[in-house]
Each structure stands twice: as C-alpha cells, then as structure tokens.
C-alpha cells in the first residue's frame, strides 16, 4: 500500500480482557517499530522487528505484551490481560533498513474500561 | 539516560507570524534527529531529518537547526499558515545508529486566522 496502515482505529475492551493491534507496513520495508503513546506524551519505543524475528523487544513493559511478524510482512501486538494504564495510541512504524527514516501509520487508540 | 525536552509545551500565534520551537537532549552523543508532525487522530509525519554532522536542513518554510555540542534543535517555521496548527515533535536516534527514536513531549501550535 501507499502508507503504514494499522486496524483498528479504535479498539474500546474491558479490563482483563485479551486485544490484538495490527499492523501493515509499507510494502518492501524489513524493519518494523510498534510505540505506544500516552496521552499528553511522545510516543515510547515498545518492539524492533528485522524481517521476522524481533530484534529488540526491550521496550515491551511486561510479560503481557506479546508481537509476531509471521512472514515477515503484517505485525500483531497482543495484549493479554489488559489493564486501565494500557490505554494509549499504539503507533506502528515501518522503515527500508535500520536507522533509516520511520515512516508512522496512523495509530490504534486502545481504551480498557 | 538520552531525555529530550521540548519547549513550549504549547503556542498560540496569529497567522503570518515567523516561530521558533526548542528541543534539548541530554546527551550529545546522537545520530540523527527528526522533527516530526501529528495531527489528532493522525499518526507522525516526518518534516525533516538532521544528521549527526549536519547543522541545519531546510524545506520550503521550515527549517531545522542542530548544535549536537549544546544538545539543542529549534524548528523555525516561517509565514504561519493555519494550516500549520498540529503537535511537532523532536525525536533523537542514539549514536549507535539504532532504531529506537527518544521522543520529546511535543509542542502543540495553533496558528489563528
């Protein structure tokens, strides 16, 4: 596609229960980034992938976060057991190669009541 | 720790007027540094990226400072147009040249008509 496309645009879930975030890169780029936002704040790194494995995972705040790159290509974030303070945009990037210029998808507003 | 700052954390300008937004990093030690645009409900859009060498980039109105020694980045934006109203971003990219951009807060502008 022309862009990074994320779906959904907005996910509302209840405290406890399980989400999934998806994510379509640019089409040819190897690397992707997921970030997530809190309101008022930057966007904070959470997970690097380079083609299918993930490079660095050291931003991801605790063992519920979880996220796959199958093939490659789309990425899932999944987040078991979700909690209020998990409310935030979850932004995902995709790029040609590390260090090289991100180019940001439109992000996925998650809201746990 | 890389921290970014950005300064103000909001600005109100008339149309037509020249500004300037800050950004300061603690640790001078960079790669690169982006400036970024967010619209509400957008994701980032990449304005202009300065390289650890580079002292300044420009494009069309905007242009980019860098003085790595003063861990410092302004963003001037010349002929503000309404159009120009959305929350800029600074984003560091550490010496390594690794992946995980260092966000600042943001600074939201709104250009009045």
């Known amino acids: 596609g022309a862009g990074v496309s994320q779906t959904p645009s907005n996910k509302v879930t209840e405290k406890g229960k399980y989400v999934e975030l998806r994510c379509d890169p640019i089409?040819?780029?190897?690397?992707l980034y997921w970030y997530r936002q809190s309101l008022g704040q930057g966007p904070e790194f959470l997970i690097y992938f380079q083609g299918t494995g993930a490079a660095d995972d050291s931003g991801l705040p605790n063992d519920r976060f979880f996220a796959v790159r199958p093939e490659g290509s789309v990425s899932t974030l999944k987040i078991q057991r979700t909690e209020r303070g998990d409310s935030a945009v979850y932004l995902c990037?995709?790029?040609?190669?590390?260090?090289?210029?991100?180019?940001f998808g439109p992000g996925t507003r998650l809201t746990v009541l | 720790k890389q921290e970014v700052t950005q300064i103000p954390a909001a600005l109100s300008v008339p149309e037509g007027e020249n500004l300037v937004l800050n950004c300061s990093f603690t640790d001078s030690a960079i790669y690169n540094l982006q400036w970024f645009r967010q619209d509400p409900g957008k994701g980032l859009t990449s304005l202009l990226l300065?390289?650890?060498?580079?002292r300044e980039q420009t494009s069309g109105r905007l242009n980019a400072s860098l003085d790595k020694s003063s861990g410092r980045s302004t963003l001037y934006i010349a002929a503000s147009q309404p159009g120009d109203s959305a929350t800029y971003l600074c984003?560091?990219?550490?010496?390594?040249?690794?992946?995980?951009?260092?966000f600042g807060t943001g600074t939201r502008l709104k250009v009045l008509a």
């Open positions: 300065i390289q650890s060498s580079q």
């Open positions: 089409s040819g780029h190897t690397a």
């Open positions: 990037a995709s790029s040609s190669m590390q260090a090289d210029t991100q180019y």
């Open positions: 984003a560091v990219n550490p010496t390594s040249g690794t992946y995980k951009y260092i």
